[in-house]
């Protein structure tokens, strides 16, 4: 389950992502605010701490991704 969860999100980076995918041209610079972006520090932590919660820690990064947020270099631990 994990891996076809993992190639979701790489498909979602390859074709979706303003980071990664088509769109890139438009944000030469990254869209994402954070690094690694969001849907990489959820493939990461999915990777990395398991299919529960690693996404349970995606989705909180994904919510902490706000217009208030200061964003900056966050690693997956």
Do not use: A
């Not at 995918?21 to 610079?29: E, T």
């Amino acid at each position: 389950m994990k891996k076809v969860v993992i190639f979701f999100i790489s498909l979602y980076q390859k074709t979706l992502s303003l980071d990664h995918g088509w769109f890139r041209v438009y944000h030469p610079n990254g869209f994402c605010k954070y690094t690694p972006s969001c849907s990489e520090y959820m493939k990461q932590s999915i990777e990395k701490r398991g299919l529960f919660l690693g996404g349970v820690r995606g989705l909180y990064r994904i919510l902490r991704c706000n217009p208030w947020s200061r964003g900056g270099n966050d690693p997956v631990y």
